[in-house]
C-alpha cells in the first residue's frame, strides 16, 4: 500500500482545522456532537477545496503547468477556491462555468474577480459539453507555449479525494488526543470527493465509525461513491478493494441544488443562534438542515459522538436568498 505522504502536495490551507464540540447542540439532544471546521482551511473564505487542491495542483506543479482550468456553477466553491490556491503557485485559473445559479457580481462572483480569474460562462446543463471546450482551450494554448491542468467539477477526482482520506486521519488523530471516539462522521455530497474520502478513510482508519453522506444534489451518489473508492484503492495500490459497505447517504434536494428551503433557512438560523456558527445556503445548510431532522427525530442513539464536517461555502450567503 502507498502512503497519503507518497503522494506530491503543496502546502496551501493551514491544518489542522480546528475540531470543536457544539456545547449547546450537545446539550438539547443528549449527544456528543462536534463541528469539524473545514470552513476554517486558511484560503480566502476557506471550505473543503483546498484539501483536495493540495494534491491536484501539487500534481499541476509537477507537470509545470502555467494555467489552472475549472467548472462549476456560477457560486462554485470550488472554482472561487481554486482561483486563490492557484495564485499562491503563481498560477492563471480560467474558471469555465456553467450560465446555471447566480451570475451577476455577488458571492463568490465578487471573490472571483478579485482573485483575478478570467470567468467565461457556457449556457449548458452538460459538464461534458464544458469539459470539450476545455480540451479544445488546452489545445490552444499548447500552440501558445502555455500548459494547462484541467481539474473536473468540485475537484472530484480520486486524487483530490485524497484530501478527504487525510482528513478523516487528521480528525481522528484529534479526537485521540481529546480522549473521545466517534461514532459517526457527517460530511456533505455534492459532486461526491469528499464524501468518498471520509468513506476510504474510515475503511483504511477506522472502520468502526460510521460515515454518513448528506446529497444537496440528485445524481446517484452510491455508484458515483463507490465507483471513487475503486479508484482512490487503485491509486493507493490496496491489496483488496475498497467495498461500498459503509455507503449510506440521505438526499436533501428540496427544490433542487442551490436552492435552500424554508426547512434549510431556519437550520442555518438555528445553529447560527445556538452556537455563532454561520453554514452555508447551498451545501452545509441543507446537509445539516437534514441532520437536524435525524437528531429531532431521534435517528442517532443516545450519547453518540457525531463529528459534522463544516466544509465552507460562506461566499453563497451573499448571493443566494435564505428562506
Ligand atoms: C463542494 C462543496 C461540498 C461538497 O463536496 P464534494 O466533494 O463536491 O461532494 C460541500 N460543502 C461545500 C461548502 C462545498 O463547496
Known amino acids: 500500500m502507498k502512503q497519503i505522504n507518497d503522494f ?6 493551514i491544518f489542522p482545522t480546528p475540531l470543536q464540540k ?19 482551511s486558511g484560503v480566502a473564505l476557506g471550505g473543503n477545496k483546498v484539501r483536495k487542491l493540495e494534491f491536484l495542483l501539487a500534481e499541476a506543479q509537477k507537470q509545470g503547468v502555467d494555467t489552472v482550468m475549472t467548472t462549476g456553477q456560477a457560486q462554485s466553491n470550488h472554482a472561487m477556491l481554486t482561483a486563490a490556491c492557484a495564485n499562491k503557485l503563481g498560477m492563471h485559473t480560467i474558471l469555465m462555468l456553467k450560465k446555471r445559479g447566480v451570475t451577476d457580481p455577488k458571492g463568490n462572483q465578487i471573490l472571483n474577480r478579485i482573485l483575478g480569474a478570467e470567468i467565461e460562462f457556457y449556457d449548458t446543463d452538460k459538464y461534458s459539453d464544458i469539459y470539450e471546450e476545455m480540451a479544445r482551450r488546452t489545445a490552444d494554448l499548447a500552440q501558445q507555449g502555455h500548459k494547462a491542468y484541467e481539474i473536473p467539477v468540485g475537484g472530484s477526482t480520486a486524487l483530490g479525494a485524497l484530501g478527504y482520506v487525510e482528513c478523516f486521519r487528521e480528525t481522528m488523530e484529534q479526537c485521540a488526543a481529546l480522549g473521545i471516539h466517534p461514532d459517526r462522521m457527517v460530511g456533505v455530497v455534492g459532486s461526491g470527493g469528499t464524501y468518498a474520502g471520509l468513506c476510504a478513510g474510515a475503511d483504511l482508519f477506522a472502520p468502526d465509525v460510521k460515515v454518513t453522506g448528506m446529497a444537496v444534489d440528485d445524481d446517484p451518489f452510491e455508484q458515483i461513491t ?52 454561520v453554514l452555508d445556503p447551498v451545501y452545509t445548510g441543507k ?3 437534514l441532520f437536524l431532522r435525524m437528531l429531532r427525530e431521534g435517528a442517532f442513539a443516545q450519547d453518540d459522538t457525531i463529528i459534522f464536517l463544516h466544509s465552507g461555502g460562506a461566499g453563497g450567503l451573499f448571493a443566494i436568498d435564505l428562506p
Do not use: H, T
Not at 32 to 40: F, P
Not at 226 to 240: C, F, H, M, T
Not at 251 to 259: E, I, L, T, W
Open 287 to 289: 446537509g445539516f438542515s
Open 226 to 277: 463507490a465507483q471513487l473508492k475503486l479508484e482512490i484503492g487503485s491509486l493507493l495500490e490496496l491489496d483488496r478493494p475498497l467495498g461500498n459497505e459503509n455507503i449510506e447517504i440521505y438526499y436533501n434536494c428540496g427544490a433542487g441544488y442551490g436552492v435552500p428551503g424554508p426547512e434549510d433557512g431556519a437550520a442555518v438560523r438555528y445553529l447560527a443562534q445556538q452556537e455563532g456558527v
Open 8 to 13: 506530491p502536495r503543496v502546502q496551501l490551507g
Open 22 to 40: 457544539l456545547e449547546n447542540l450537545s446539550r438539547e439532544f443528549g449527544k456528543n456532537i462536534y463541528l469539524k471546521r473545514d470552513d476554517m
